[in-house]
């Protein structure tokens, strides 16, 4: 809000899925500007009513897992399938699937330096 001098941002992208992210994102939203959610959340997201502005500000919240749909999602599939972009940094966890549930665990946690974590058969 300093460096818009009190005016807000007409955009706010919250991508970590955190809700204090989230609430940030709103608490710096001009009237009237858009929070574009793309996070994935691990518990129940709850709008604050001082950070929504009491439903006054005109705020508009999108949410998406991947812009695009599904046809982006498809085309991201393939380059991943290619082999021309490496994945490995991002997994910093496996498990196997007898291990799903300390998997979601985990994840849903964020303990443990996690980024993706990779469930084999």
Known sequence: MKITGGRGVDVAIEALGLPETFEAALRVLRPGGTLSSLGVYSSDLRIPLAAFTAGLGDHKIITTLCPGGKERMRRLIEVVG????????????????????????????????????????
């Not at 972009?85 to 849903?108: G, K, M, N, Q, S």
């Open 82 to 121: 290619s082999g021309r972009i490496d994945t490995r940094p991002l997994v910093t966890h496996r498990f196997t699937l007898d291990e799903v549930e300390a998997a979601y665990d985990l994840f849903a946690h964020q303990r443990d330096g996690v980024l993706k974590v990779a469930i084999t058969p």
